[in-house]
């Protein structure tokens, strides 16, 4: 069976996400065109993958570019309470402005954690740009560092989606649109298979 029989329904082609990225980028450049130094973008790996090299492409202004890995999930689709820095940026942050690029906000404990992590280390302000955000998810509230700004590319509803980056069990990262997994393919504990 093809991956894309696994998807039960799409919420976002691949268009309307190249549009929406589009609008974000140019809204970044515009807000940040002010500061001299260049801006750091942090992408949280692995699911920020395709969405930070789709708006870095279209952000007009200098930046530097490095990843943070913070475990949430593990292979299931239920949050984890207390999620950790596995890998850290390399990057020198003190005295930056930072843009901290999320696939998606659920919970609020990934961020919230991020927030207090780069902050510490010296950030002047830390935005988030998030391509998906799940309000209606939310357990965890988290502050923005200085005058740091929130993005989102789409508000989403309360379904566990993959695609554009985002997995289950590792699998459908490479999907180029954004889809709800049927259902015999979400339920903990199942391991999707693609033959
Ligand atoms: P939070 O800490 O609960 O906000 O979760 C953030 C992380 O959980 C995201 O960076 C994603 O990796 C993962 N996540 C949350 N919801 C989904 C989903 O619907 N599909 C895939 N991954 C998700």
Redesign the pocket.
Known sequence: MAMEDHIERILWTDEEISNRVSELASQISNDFKQFSSALVIIG?AT?AFLFLADIVRKITLPITVDFIRVG??GSG?V?NAS?IISSDIKIDIKGKHVIVV??????????SCLMSHLESKGACSVSVCTFLD?PARRKVHFELVGEGKFYRGFE?PD????GYG???AELYRNLPYVGVLKPEYTSDGCVATIS
């Open positions: 949280v699911g949430s999930y689709t949050s999620p999320e696939d998606i906000v659920d919970t609020g404990n990934t961020l799940k989403c379904y566990f989606v993959v985002m997995d289950f």
